[in-house]
C-alpha cells in the first residue's frame, strides 16, 4: 500500500537489487510468477511526483516450481 499527500508517481519492485517491474497506477502490485527457489529479498520502492522516495523490503524464502 503506497500512498503520498501528492501523490504517488510509481513503484519498483527488486528481487535481491534487480529491477523487475514498475508500476505507475493503483493498485501497486506485481506477481512473482516465474520459476523460483531459496532465500531472496523482495524490495519495494515507492516515489511521489517530488521525487521523494519510501521503501520496504522483506526477505523471503519461495519455492515455485513454474516452468517457463
Known sequence: NASDNIGVARVDFYI??????????KPYY??????????????VVAYDFEGN?????QKVWIINLKLM
Open 16 to 25: 535481491d537489487n534487480k529491477l523487475v517491474h514498475t508500476n505507475y497506477t
Open 53 to 57: 522516495s519510501a521503501f520496504d523490503e
Open 30 to 43: 506485481w506477481l512473482w510468477d516465474e520459476f523460483a527457489i531459496g532465500k531472496h529479498t523482495i524490495k
